[in-house]
């Protein structure tokens, strides 16, 4: 798998409903961070997760990071149509030299009325 | 800050023509990112500048791409000549640090006849 990698692939909920994705990666972070998409727009950046940070939230968003099993997942609370886009994880690597972010492939989410 | 500020928004251009696409970034910020995404392989990290110096080109398909970053304020990406397979959406984004939360540009959709 590559690094940053989500499941589910798609996701359909009902509006009130709160949805669930999840990203894995590989090798040891700085930190990971998840945007959302919306059809035919630019990434827009949700929230960054340090790595010696185990949970973070803004707003209905909440993050979790699990170091030990290479892991985070981001929750929707509440979800609304205006939900409905594709999420990306993104990992910034420990690296000396400086990291750039590696985008995984996005969960694609829908949120019905 | 405007943001981000790619042009042109759209390009529709026939096989062998050079193509150029522009960028501005966000005011005092040191690392900016070319990336190209398509359905069939998703986000794609091209290269990416850091204090104008291009750090990392690993992801540029072909010598048929190349980029340039002559001041930190602009950036261009080139395609010469184009190919139908280069169809995608090109977009520029821009971060104050390497790992930090990266900001994107509209994207500029591009069609190569």
């Known amino acids: 798998s590559q690094q940053g990698e989500e499941d589910p692939q798609a996701l359909s909920i009902q509006e009130g409903e709160n949805a669930t994705m999840n990203c894995s990666y590989k090798t040891s972070i700085n930190n990971l961070q998840w945007y959302r998409q919306n059809s035919g727009r630019g990434l827009v950046h949700l929230i960054l997760?340090?790595?010696?940070?185990r949970e973070k939230h803004s707003g209905r968003l909440r993050v979790t990071l699990d170091t030990s099993k290479k892991s985070s997942s981001l929750l929707i609370t509440a979800s609304r149509a205006a939900d409905t886009a594709s999420y990306f994880c993104?990992?910034?690597?420990?690296?000396?030299?400086?990291?750039?972010?590696?985008f995984g492939g996005g969960t694609r989410v829908l949120v019905k009325p | 800050d405007a943001g981000v500020i790619q042009s042109p928004r759209h390009e529709v251009t026939e096989m062998g023509q050079e193509v150029t696409l522009r960028c501005k970034p966000i005011?005092?910020?040191?690392?900016l990112f070319w990336y190209r995404q398509t359905m069939m392989r998703g986000l794609e990290l091209l290269i990416y500048f850091n204090n104008n110096v291009p750090i990392d080109d690993s992801g540029m398909p072909e010598d048929r791409f190349s980029a340039k970053m002559p001041n930190a304020s602009f950036s261009t990406l080139k395609i010469q000549p184009s190919e139908p397979r280069d169809s995608a959406v090109y977009f520029c984004?821009?971060?104050?640090?390497?790992?930090?939360?990266?900001?994107f540009g509209p994207g500029t959709r591009l069609t190569v006849l």
């Open positions: 993104a990992t910034a690597l420990q690296r000396a030299a400086g990291n750039k972010l590696t």
């Open positions: 005011s005092g910020h040191n690392s």
């Open positions: 984004a821009s971060s104050f640090r390497l790992a930090d939360e990266q900001f």
């Open positions: 997760i340090r790595s010696n940070e």
